[in-house]
């Protein structure tokens, strides 16, 4: 993370003196993605290790059925009632739609991707990157086992559709006033 947040910040100087005639706004709206992807990079992986830890790598998890995470909700209510691991695994399916919610966003905003189709692409197509360094991450032993996930995918491309009827309903034409200048 160290070395991201270091070079945004050169990156951000040297833009700053490049485009310094250009829309301040809409230049800060891009920065703070930056920013935002640093920390989907940050949040998904954990700590990276460099060297690779002994003992971490050489396997994958990966679960492939489709809404699997309702499943495991019902099995736990059933087997636990509403307790802390019931509520910890919504939790973390909540948190799965977040994720992406503010890439919804930020395409119409700054990449004018304004068709819901191709929001919906591009958010799946990040999720599955995450999804696919995850488990190349795991399987070399740079960080802790991860379970590469569909039905990470799907909430993430969910949250990444909620962002981008949020910007529809609340915030299309506020942001392009800004950003444009």
Known sequence: ??????????????D??????????????????????LKV??????????????GLGGGVDIQLIPFRFIADWYQLYVHRGADWFFWNSVR?????????????IYLPAL??????????IWVM????TIEIYQAIFSY?????????????IILNTLGGVIGFGFYKIALSKWIHKFIAG
């Open 92 to 104: 973390l399916s909540l948190y799965n739609v977040i994720l992406l919610l503010p890439l919804g």
């Open 41 to 54: 990079f940050e949040v998904t992986t954990g700590n990276i290790h460099i060297p690779p830890r002994q």
């Open 125 to 128: 197509l990040t999720s599955l």
């Open 1 to 14: 993370m160290l070395i991201g947040v270091l070079g945004l910040t050169i990156f951000i100087v040297i």
């Open 140 to 152: 070399y032993g740079l960080v802790f086992m991860r379970t590469s996930n569909i039905d990470d």
């Open 111 to 120: 990449f004018n991707v304004r068709n819901i189709k191709r929001v919906t």
């Open 16 to 37: 700053v003196v490049r485009n310094k005639s250009k829309n301040i706004i809409g230049r800060l709206v891009f920065y703070n993605f930056l920013i935002y992807l």
